[in-house]
């Protein structure tokens, strides 16, 4: 049975190899935020965090998810800190004990994204709910986040504001997508269809096809994003003073001006907004 | 197809600039589907082959259970993981969400049922023809199981590659239970992901390509060495 020996063995090295090698550890003081992908996959993350880990020694390990899903995932315990964009959830949030106290952070705001033939003559103006109204009477092409996140909660807003009944003229030209913002961004850009979308998404996003902004500047597109410390009381095991730690620099005066410094292409994405 | 082009050159800058960013993904991604295809192996296998040559109840529905949970979806997987893990879960407690760890574990339970479909198919076609044989020479159950588990050795190695190459190339599971964050638990497929997201599809289709060669250069690997131990041990 030398065979099943020498097979042994080779196994036995096999597992040594793979096992022993330690996962890459990075520090193992840590935070999980649970954000939206708008802050993440503008870049904005990449940007603040290394300097806040400079300053504490705290990483901050995120998890990008839509909005709803984010808190969802800090009810579960999941997360030590939500950072996300959706006023009425965070305080729904709040309210049913989950977090601790909700405080602004900065903000940015929605655009309308559409192709350049613009197809519902909606280019140039301000007014978000006339455009959304011209939109449908036009059954323009119409791409929805649909997936429960803070923009898509913004869209449903405006779609109401505009008196527009959704579940009674929703037809081919609305394509409901449940995907993340960039997800919807490449289906816009391949049928040509309008979207609403955050600044520093659209700002980052490279697969623009002949998209380009129709509708900006309504006061009725700001978007404000806030960030709560996830309860302790529900959750023990929440790491509620490093969490702390982190809350209090983004509203701090470093952390606040760490956030207007991030720009791309010159453009800054994000204003920040903290109550000081 | 300057998107193709684009790519090309973007994944060998990439290879050539030994990206510090990069390497730390291609390693995590090896290192948790490597361990996970250990473990599914260690359970697979011995699975698969006692269903092969077993006679107990219940052993032709286990055949079709393990054929039918080969089309288990990752992100089903990652599902009942990530709930199991979650501090709300039976689990919690432990912590293991959002770790390369939680990412291993979803890996094997969606690779074991293949190694051992696999495995079991293999050692069964080995039994017809053996066993009158191992019987006559008075081998029991379990170490007529282990010999032709020994014997089929070079056809399960083809089991366990398949197990492999299903577990580099999962998104789904890894995405829900790793949680994709930089530098802990992002791994190839999930940055392929995040960068289609991101619209940059040139840099995805790089990644894409780069996963693609590792994945050939394992599975060359994995031939080099058979056709080695075929020579030398018959």
Known sequence: ?276 | MSTMSESFATAGRLIVAADPNLLHIVALSLQVSLTAVFLAACLGLPIGAAVAVGRFPGCKSLTVILNGLMGLPPVVIGLLVYLLLSRAGPLGSLGLLFTPTAMVIAQVVLITPIIAALSRQIVADAWRDYEEQLRSLGASTPRAALTLLVDTRFSLSTAVLAGLGRAVAEVGAVMIVGGNIDGVTRVMTTSIALETSKGDLPLALALGFILISIVLILNALAHAVREWAVRRHG
């Open chain 1, 1 to 276: 049975m030398d065979l099943i020996r020498r097979s042994f063995i080779a196994t036995a090295a096999a597992a040594a190899i793979t096992l022993a090698a330690p996962f890459v550890h990075a520090a193992d003081r840590f935070i999980t935020v649970s954000s939206t992908t708008s802050t993440e996959q503008s870049g904005l993350f990449k940007h603040l965090l290394p300097i806040f880990q400079a300053k504490t020694g705290i990483e901050v390990r995120v998890v990008a998810l839509g909005t709803g899903q984010a808190l969802d995932m800090a009810r579960r315990g999941d997360a030590d800190v939500v950072f996300v964009h959706d006023k009425a959830a965070e305080e729904k949030f709040i309210a049913e004990g989950y977090g601790v106290k909700r405080q602004e952070v900065m903000y940015n705001d929605f655009i309308l994204v559409g192709p350049k033939s613009d197809p519902a003559k909606v280019a140039g103006g301000k007014d978000i709910t006339g455009a959304l109204k011209t939109i449908q009477a036009a059954q323009a092409p119409f791409v929805s986040r649909g997936d429960k996140s803070g923009t898509h909660a913004a869209e449903l807003r405006l779609w109401k504001a505009a008196g527009v009944d959704l579940d009674a003229v929703k037809g081919a030209w609305y394509r409901d997508t449940g995907s993340g913002m960039g997800p919807a961004l490449n289906t816009a850009a391949s049928m040509n269809a309008y979207i609403l979308a955050d600044r520093g998404t659209w700002l980052s996003f490279k697969n623009r096809g002949d998209l380009t902004i129709s509708v900006e500047g309504d006061k009725r597109l700001f978007n404000q994003y806030g960030v709560i410390l996830v309860n302790p009381d529900k959750h023990p095991h929440v790491k509620k003073a490093d969490g702390q730690a982190f809350i209090d620099w983004v509203v701090s005066a470093e952390g606040q001006k760490a956030i207007a410094d991030y720009k791309i292409d010159g453009q800054q994405l994000f204003f920040p907004n903290a109550a000081k």
